[in-house]
T-cell receptor, first 117, second 115 residues
């Protein structure tokens, strides 16, 4: 069964410091991994994805994530946080066998990131 | 990038009435659309998956007669909340996926309040 774990409900960092939002996953086949960000009363915005290839994936707004197969992790990172990065972040996984799951995503519970000035 | 719209963005309705939410893919053909419900500060709960021209697949515990989903074209899916009750108040988000896409593109969400 597919599942995603985001172990931290809340991450607080000071502006200018590096940030990490953790995500681990479980899938039966090869994973497709995604990060989304949600601002209050808005839908989800796509940040980045890992399908295949380089383990380090670069995405929008200076975010990046590293796919680690042995640790089944896909942590989101940014070298220097901004106050405007404060939002709710979701990790999601999809099984590469699209036909079996109709392409549905399995979401983590979300991590609230707060960047203080 | 691909754009998905939702209408209305906010709706208030009285208990017992029905309300329809539209989800449109503006610049691509959405072979599959997904409907989610989100409670405050919580993750997204998948309600149903719909493929164009066929019946929606509902997740366990979601009443198909209460949450009617229609995916009549490759650019439009609708969710109708029938006989709404205050406990149906929530944030409803749709997403869409095309044949050649690995990802889902999300709409901006609809805030439903049932009084």
């Amino acid at each position: 069964a597919q599942s995603v774990a985001q172990p931290e409900d809340q991450v607080n960092v000071a502006e200018g410091n590096p940030l990490t939002v953790k995500c681990t996953y479980s899938v039966s086949g090869n994973p497709y991994l995604f990060w989304y960000v949600q601002y209050p009363n808005r839908g989800l915005q796509f940040l980045l994805k890992y399908i295949t290839g380089d383990n380090l994936v670069k995405g929008s707004y200076g975010f990046e994530a590293e796919f680690n197969k042995s640790q089944t992790s896909f942590h989101l990172k940014k070298p220097s946080a901004l106050v405007s990065d404060s939002a709710l972040y979701f990790c999601a996984v999809r099984d590469s066998d699209r036909g079996s799951t109709l392409g549905r995503l399995y979401f983590g519970r979300g991590t609230q990131l707060t960047v203080w000035p | 990038g691909a754009v998905v719209s939702q209408h209305p963005s906010r709706v208030i309705c009285k208990s017992g009435t029905s309300v329809k939410i539209e989800c449109r893919s503006l610049d691509f053909q959405a072979t599959t659309m997904f409907w989610y419900r989100q409670f405050p500060k919580k993750s997204l709960m998948l309600m149903a998956t719909s493929n164009e021209g066929s019946k929606a697949t509902y997740e366990q515990g979601v009443e198909k007669d209460k949450f009617l989903i229609n995916h009549a074209s490759l650019t439009l899916s609708t969710l109708t909340v029938t006989s709404a009750h205050p406990e149906d108040s929530s944030f409803y988000i749709c997403s869409a996926s095309g044949l050649s896409s690995y990802e889902q593109y999300f709409g901006p969400g609809t805030r439903l309040t049932v009084t």
